[in-house]
């Protein structure tokens, strides 16, 4: 092997502006590789984030315009008369959804001075739930309760944004963050004029809108009597191949019993699905480019190759007839273009690293992980050794006869 | 000489086609690539109002407390409804407009349509004339009328094709959000992108179907909605309890044609902050801002992250494939030493055979960049596919054509110029013995 690798520097001087070519790309393709599949799987792991919900068997209907003084006798019916479409397992209110958009944030503190300014709170999702709603989100409950009938009967809203009452479950993430190391159960969260005693634990629940805490999300019960209609999302729990039939069913009865309103329904995986689109359009993006740059740098080095053969074959005869088999050629070409890629490589995960630490500076990216850089050079040298492999094929059927004639 | 350049690259080119081929297709997906992102930014990065987006000032105070919702020393984003109202009946401007955004229900009288919400605007009179609204049939209201709180609404053209089959229907009523009113005007298709007025409605293919009369709106307690950003112990904006008077929720924009008029209203601006301050409303030293509209989108940085990020790995991919292209134009030029050589030694000069080789660069160029067309619109159609909000505007227009083949052409000629130089270099003779 030694031996081979000073006649293939020895070449290299002599060819070098071919030679730095190949290096160029391959460094400049590596860089745009890692980054890309870097940014590609940062979109992917947000898309597929969990959410400790049945998504997969909810359905839900936005009903709005309807008037709120009466939404004590209306969400009742409105349920019951869900709860009789064939399918539906159970089905409850609640004020929003995780990702649907719809966010009402608020910041508590842990301490009793805690004010809605203060540095130290924690920016919370709200979510305000009816009666049922546990069941039909498939909510896990990992510490405590959930609420009770108690608990939803002496909730209402005020003339604050606020729900009057005690009692909140929070999730896994969210005491953990508030209360680090701690048990949550029993302790309390605090901001101007209101306070609420953590009664449950569930299972990570993700926000209306996700960005930075994924998981700061609270429930707080309220009843239907004192909701004065912030619960506009009627949620129905059913078997998956269901969902399109209860959608539609859902839409119209909802709309049927109250004229004037406007009902809207859609399955969870659509809201989800609509939550990501830009994400995963962003994504499919970036592999095509990833594609077609591969290949792109894969023909460049065939293109090159190719030339660097022809100009050389008198030399490759001359091997030939001096004894070198068609193996020693073909490994000629194929550890002069492994040199070359790793070459390439070497500068490209330089490359690839400063436009990351760039790109950390100017937009909301993590850094990437060191073992982007081997697996970038890797594929790297896999295409190389293979963009080579049909070049140094015909460079290893020039027959030794060729020395011979006269250049 | 141009002609006879020409026909030697033509007739060089058609000999290796698979080189050709190869150069063509890496320029045309290079060109390809990041011209569909370029147009893309090119689009979004666009001014929503030309002509008049110089005169359009967007003021900001700052009326927080000394805590502060945010730690930025930039002031707030909008204003609260009493300095909104103060500015707007202060009228130093040309002309101001206060406004908001909210949806409002809609009971058709025809019996075959369901109700349904259309997206609202709570505005002031000057908002029609200030950002030329173009009217279908009728006019704005009046400022009169904002005081009256009169039931006037103009509507979008959509929204009267849909309940009017498209006829005038000026003077004609609607029931909104249980209330009857008049309309007054019905606009024509006008949708401002981005939607810089009030970008809390999403930036792209926003527009509302109904425009109501601000005053009015607060007097009934319509819905809104929007950003309302509240410091201290204020809170609202849940359904029909209005945000409080330590939130700001509303977007004020003035219109002011001269610089010096901008520069006048920037020191009212200061004199209005400082009286309140010493009135005890304002906490905090005077704060304002005044940016125009191209200004404001900035600041908002309303292109998306993911763009200016696809728009840079395009350009990274561009760049790959011109250094392939460079290779490719070496190996093709150092193949045709003979010829060169001949060329030479029958008294071309190095200067002749640059042209002549920068010329085959040029037609690579020329016909990557119809390859590269092609592919951007196919490009763009696949952006168009997609649910963004933006993607139904990623079209090509005659600025991108345009820049779609200089980029190609100087791209190649670019990448023609190594290649070219190193094959000039051949000493005549040695190729002529060779051969």
Redesign the interface.
């Given at each position: 092997m030694i031996m081979e690798i000073r006649p293939i520097f020895a070449s290299m001087r002599k060819h070098m502006i071919p030679a730095t070519l190949i290096v160029l790309e391959i460094a400049l393709a590596c860089a745009v590789l890692c980054n890309a599949v870097f940014m590609i799987s940062q979109r992917v792991s947000d898309i597929h984030l969990p959410n400790a919900i049945d998504e997969q068997s909810l359905v839900t209907v936005t009903l709005r315009g309807t008037d709120d003084k009466l939404a004590g006798s209306d969400v009742p019916r409105n349920l019951a008369a869900l709860r009789g479409i064939a399918g539906v397992q159970s089905a409850a209110v609640i004020s929003t959804l995780p990702l649907s958009t719809n966010n009402w944030g608020w910041s508590f503190g842990t301490k009793p001075e805690s004010t809605i300014t203060d540095q130290s709170t924690t920016n919370v999702s709200l979510f305000f739930v009816g009666p049922g709603i546990d069941k039909t989100l498939g909510l896990r409950v990992v510490q405590g309760r959930f609420f009770n009938d108690d608990d939803y009967a002496n909730s209402s809203l005020g003339s604050a944004p606020l729900p009057e009452t005690h009692a909140v479950v929070l999730t896994k993430s969210l005491v953990e963050k508030m209360w680090p190391g701690q048990p949550a159960l029993g302790k309390t969260m605090y901001t101007t004029g209101h306070y609420y005693t953590v009664v449950g634990v569930m299972a990570d629940v993700l926000r209306p809108n996700i960005g930075g805490q994924n998981y700061s999300t609270a429930f707080f019960p309220l009843g239907a009597a004192g909701s004065k209609g912030v619960q506009a999302y009627y949620v129905m729990h059913c078997d998956p191949q269901d969902r399109d039939r209860i959608v539609r069913e859902a839409e119209l009865k909802l709309a049927t019993i109250n004229p004037g309103a406007v009902a809207k329904g859609q399955t969870y995986s659509e809201i989800r699905t609509k939550y990501f689109a830009n994400m995963s359009s962003m994504a499919w993006m970036l592999v095509l480019v990833c594609v077609v740059m591969l290949a792109v740098t894969a023909f460049g080095i065939v293109g090159l190759t190719s030339f660097w053969v022809n100009q050389r074959r008198r030399q490759i005869g001359v091997r030939r007839a001096v004894g070198a088999t068609r193996g020693h050629i073909m490994r000629y070409f194929q550890t002069e273009n492994f040199l070359l890629s790793t070459a390439g490589v070497v500068f490209g995960m330089a490359l690839a690293f400063g436009i990351n630490a760039y790109l950390m500076q100017h937009y909301e990216l993590n850094r990437m992980p060191w073992y982007y850089l081997p697996c970038g050079a890797i594929a790297l040298w896999v295409i190389g050794q293979l963009s080579v492999f049909g070049p140094a094929r015909r460079a290893a059927a020039v027959p030794p006869v060729v020395a011979t004639r006269s250049a | 000489m141009f002609g006879y350049y020409l026909d030697l690259a033509l007739r060089s080119l058609k000999r290796h086609r698979m080189?050709t081929g190869?150069m063509v297709?890496?320029i045309a997906?290079?060109i390809g690539?990041s011209m569909t992102m370029l147009t893309v930014l090119h689009v979004l990065s666009g001014d929503p109002i030309p002509g008049r987006s110089a005169q359009l000032y967007y003021p900001q105070l700052d009326p927080q407390d000394l805590?502060?919702?945010t730690s930025s020393k930039e002031p707030p984003d909008q204003v609260t409804l009493i300095d909104g109202q103060n500015l707007l009946r202060a009228k130093r401007a040309d002309r101001q407009a206060l406004m908001t955004g909210g949806s409002v229900?809609l009971?058709p009288e025809q019996s075959m349509l369901?109700?349904?919400?259309v997206e609202a605007r709570y505005t002031s009179a000057d908002f029609f004339p200030m950002f030329e609204a173009p009217f279908l049939y009728g006019t704005g209201w009046t400022a009169a009328d904002d005081d009256a709180h009169a039931r006037d609404v103009v509507i979008a053209r959509s929204l009267n094709d849909k309940l009017f089959q498209g006829a005038n229907s000026v003077g004609r009523s609607v029931r909104l959000a249980g209330v009857s009113w008049r309309i007054v005007g019905v606009l024509d298709k006008w949708q401002p992108n981005p939607h810089f007025y009030d970008l809390n409605t999403g930036s792209f293919a926003y527009a509302e179907q109904v425009f109501l009369p601000l005053q009015t709106m607060l007097e009934l307690r319509l819905d809104r909605n929007g950003s309302s950003d509240?410091?201290?112990?204020s809170?609202?904006?849940?359904?029909?309890?209005l945000p409080m008077d330590g939130c700001v929720w509303l977007q004020f924009w003035v219109e002011l044609d001269t610089p010096a008029k901008a520069a006048a209203y920037k020191d009212f601006l200061l004199r209005y902050s400082q009286d309140q301050k010493t009135a005890g409303r304002f906490q905090r030293a005077p704060n304002v801002r005044l940016r125009n509209v191209m200004q404001w989108l900035d600041y908002n940085m309303v292109v998306?992250?993911?763009v200016?990020?696809?728009t840079g790995?395009?350009f990274?991919?561009l760049?790959?494939?011109l250094?392939?292209t460079?290779?490719?134009m070496?190996?093709?030029f150092?193949?045709r030493a003979g010829e060169l050589g001949v060329r030479r030694a029958l008294g071309a000069s190095r200067r002749a055979l640059f042209a002549q080789l920068l010329m085959e660069a040029g037609v690579v160029g020329l016909v990557g960049g119809v390859g590269g067309l092609l592919l951007a619109m196919f490009g763009l159609w696949l952006?168009r596919q997609?649910?963004?909000?933006y993607a139904a505007l990623a079209h090509l227009d005659p600025a991108m054509l345009y820049a779609t083949f200089v980029l190609s052409l100087c791209a190649t000629l670019l990448a023609g110029l190594?290649p070219a130089w190193?094959a000039c270099q051949i000493a005549p003779a040695l190729q002529l013995k060779?051969n």
């Open positions: - | 080189l190869l297709l890496a997906l290079g690539a805590k502060g919702m229900p009971m369901d109700p349904f919400y509240c410091w201290g112990n809170g609202g904006g849940a359904a029909g309890i998306p992250d993911d200016r990020l696809q790995l395009a990274g991919f760049l790959v494939c250094v392939n460079v290779g490719l070496l190996a093709k150092m193949r952006v997609r649910p963004s909000d190594l190193r060779s």
